[in-house]
């Protein structure tokens, strides 16, 4: 049976080598290969942001009755990166190199820490706690993949 960290864990590493693609295509001025990296990136992302807190966030908080802990902090962070996937979306669109080269480096920043606390604490907790529906809600975030 996979657990949550096993599903979930791998999709940042996707998500991570998107995003070093596209940055690379951006600081080149390749704009046709940006753009269609980044539609790949960011629709990874979102696609993980809903199976987190669609599916997994619910059924951790129902369990531990916390709704004001790590799952909220998480959803803010995706809060704060959607934001910036928006700006990356309109640096690429008119083209502006630098702007998206200093938003790239903000996001890398943000996604790095963000994953660490998934992959060290939230993931690790989730799997503990969600031990016995694990088979239920990862079949859910898999049929939702």
């Not at 599916?55 to 951790?60: C, D, E, K, N």
């Amino acid at each position: 049976m996979m657990t949550i960290s096993e599903l979930l864990t791998p999709q940042h590493k996707h998500c991570d080598d998107l995003f070093a693609a596209t940055e690379a295509a951006a600081a080149k001025g390749e704009w046709v290969a940006a753009s269609a990296g980044f539609d790949g990136f960011r629709a990874a992302m979102l696609r993980h942001f809903a199976l987190e807190e669609e599916i997994m966030f619910p059924a951790f908080e129902a369990r531990t009755g916390m709704t004001q802990g790590p799952t909220a902090v998480m959803r803010s962070e995706h809060r704060q990166m959607t934001g910036l996937l928006d700006q990356l979306a309109h640096a690429l669109a008119v083209k502006e190199g630098d702007a998206f080269l200093g938003e790239a480096d903000t996001l890398l920043t943000i996604m790095q820490q963000h994953n660490i606390k998934e992959e060290q604490m939230l993931y690790r907790m989730a799997d503990q706690v969600l031990a016995t529906v694990m088979e239920e809600v990862v079949g859910r975030m898999r049929a939702m993949a």
